[in-house]
């Protein structure tokens, strides 16, 4: 007998699945694709708990829709898609899926340092269209990577493993963040500078903050034209950290030199203009694509959920003040 009724909003890895389905009867969205939000709100409803992911709505709405669901568990570790307090104010627990996908964050964000500041995918069109005609030297001329200056735009977990990696390129790191990373600063040399002064300096800079009211649209036109016309942006963090149509412009008339993109301010949907850019980079949000990664991540949503719905409070739960004590 089956302890809780689960639903699992899409497919994830089966390692997961198989963790869940030893004391949960399991509905599963079987399309490849995000529920809508009809399809959500109805196959959430009589559930005990769900493990949803970053393109469901976590709110109001759905708690409405669906009262007996007592925890919901974020295939993610970003949480925007979640409304905290009114969960709290419910007292529904919330859990995310941190570490596991720290290094294949920070892996993709060098992916696309790298690709961006050497030109790489034009490269490859070129030598795709059969248009390349030997050997030159001005041909696809891009950034020096060892010995410039980095910008780390938070240093968390995965703005420091990317501040890591940057050690055998012989780069100055800069960070900025709400508080000091003591233990970043002492690890790898990284210096605390201001917002202003890390577009400044910066040669190539790696957004890695959450997605909040204070961090939405933090890269705007002002902070384009604060930036070295020479350096290229990376965001593998959330879309709407960048003002995207601002960018556009910004990469259309060279006040900066590139970007590589994971993630966008309208997903799926790109701004207009973006995707004919040639000095952009661009990935469809798959910087947590590893097989350790989203097996990790797997495991972690259905340990967290399993917790909650026993009771317990989750190893990664977002909401610990919605216990007593
Ligand atoms: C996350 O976990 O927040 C990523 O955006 C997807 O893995």
């Not at 307090?85 to 007292?91: G, H, N, Q, T």
């Not at 020096?144 to 420091?160: E, F, K, P, S, W």
């Not at 950290?241 to 060279?254: F, G, H, N, Q, T």
């Amino acid at each position: 007998m089956k302890q809780w009724k689960v639903l699992v909003s899409r497919r994830i890895p089966q390692e997961g699945l198989d963790l869940l389905a030893e004391a949960c009867e399991l509905t599963m969205h079987q399309e490849d694709r995000p529920m809508t939000r009809s399809e959500l709100l109805a196959a959430a409803a009589g559930k005990d708990g769900v493990l949803c992911l970053l393109t469901d709505k976590i709110n109001a709405e759905l708690f409405d829709a669906a009262p007996t669901v007592r925890a919901y568990a974020n295939f993610a570790v970003g949480y925007d898609n979640m409304d905290v307090a009114e969960a709290s104010r419910r007292r529904i627990p919330l859990s995310n899926t941190p570490d596991v996908l720290t290094d294949a964050t920070a892996d993709m964000a060098w992916a696309l340092l790298f690709a961006t500041a050497r030109r790489v995918v034009e490269s490859d069109a070129v030598m795709r269209s059969g248009s390349w005609a030997g050997w030159g030297p001005l041909q696809f001329i891009g950034g020096d990577i060892t010995g410039a200056t980095l910008g780390i735009v938070g240093a968390g977990r995965i703005g420091a493993a990317m501040t890591a990696r940057s050690n055998g390129f012989r780069m100055r790191v800069l960070y900025t963040d709400a508080r000091r990373n003591e233990q970043l600063e002492q690890s790898t040399g990284a210096v605390f500078v201001s917002f202003d002064e890390l577009l400044r300096q910066s040669d190539y800079i790696s957004v890695h903050v959450p997605l909040l009211p204070e961090t939405r649209h933090l890269f705007n036109e002002a902070a384009f034209a604060r930036m070295k016309p020479t350096a290229c942006l990376i965001n593998t963090a959330r879309g709407p950290v960048i003002d995207e149509a601002a960018l556009v412009r910004a990469l259309r008339d060279k006040t900066i030199a590139g970007a590589g993109l994971d993630v966008y301010e309208h997903e799926p949907a790109m701004s207009e203009g973006l995707a004919a850019l040639p000095n952009v980079v661009l990935t469809p949000h798959t910087a947590s694509a590893t097989h350790a990664s989203r097996n990790g991540m797997a495991r972690k949503a259905a340990t967290n959920l399993l917790a909650m719905l026993r009771g317990e409070r989750a190893p990664d739960c977002l909401n610990p003040e919605i216990y007593p004590g």
